[in-house]
């Protein structure tokens, strides 16, 4: 959703449940230092933590060469299996859906010198559908991103696969974070899936109050697509934050629900976070 402010500026407390993952990852960005400069003195910020979780992927880069992929001038592929080798991330794009996969990487923005590019491919004849391949040369950001459109009548079956050049560093230094999206599905069913460290920009701020969801119904487990964290940042200094921040409950009804024109029950962390921020404005 779009950013939501109420009431107007003046006032103490902001809520919102934007959820860029094309921000920086491991660094914090222009929204992330103007949010933790408004929740100082007494004012409170309260942010949805995302819904990301089974939309994400982190991993050490496993280097696999030989591959081959998408050709000789590529000397390495990340491989997604400690002790065997596998060199993709498979799911299903279902017919007139699109997947939209955003990789950045521990490199600091503007300064970015390990050179990655990213492709989504056709499992079962590994035929290129989309493709970034920025450079990434010393003063460009960490970051390619692609979308691929099934426009058939049948799914496709597709994978996704970083691959770079050497890199400057030792392999166990660099760390590659992607979050995949389908526009017709909150879950791509990603063959591999890390949950943990899916809040991204501003949301894993602790300033921010970043709030994960749990459904009204059983609010003693939180909902399976709701980000979790910790939030790890590298630059300018490494951090572990510890966020989310709260829980609150989702899957609530309301009037313009009722009325038929939004979703009955609303769900998701922004529909949890409105819960914290209407307690904050009225302590």
Known sequence: ????????????????????????????????????????????????????????????????????????????????????TDIGNTLVVPPFCSLTVILQWNNRFGAAADDFDLFIARSSDFVILAASAEFQTGTQDPL??????????????????????????????????????????????????????????????????PIAAADAATPALAEVYSSQGPGTISFPFPEVRAVPVLTSVDCVPTQTGVLGFFFLPFCGTSAAAPHVAGIAARS
């Not at 390619?144 to 696969?161: D, K, Q, Y």
Request: proline share 10%; net charge neutral.
């Open 144 to 209: 390619e991103a692609t979308t691929f459109t099934n426009t058939t009548a049948s799914p496709v079956h597709g994978l996704h696969r970083g691959v770079g050049v050497p890199p400057r560093e030792p392999p166990t230094s660099l760390i590659l974070d992607y979050f995949a999206f389908l526009d017709c599905s909150g879950n791509p069913g990603l063959q591999y899936v890390t949950p943990s460290e899916s809040l991204s920009g501003n949301h894993a701020l602790v300033e921010a109050l």
């Open 1 to 84: 959703m779009a950013s939501t402010r109420w009431p107007p500026p003046g006032r103490g407390w902001w809520w919102t449940t934007s959820a860029s993952s094309s921000r920086p990852k491991f660094e914090d960005g222009l929204i992330a230092d103007t949010v933790r400069s408004f929740a100082t003195d007494g004012r409170v910020y309260v942010s949805s933590a995302g819904n990301r979780a089974q939309q994400h992927y982190r991993a050490g880069y496993s280097p696999v060469t030989g591959q081959n992929f998408p050709d000789s001038k590529y000397p390495a592929v990340h491989n997604y299996l400690p002790g065997s």
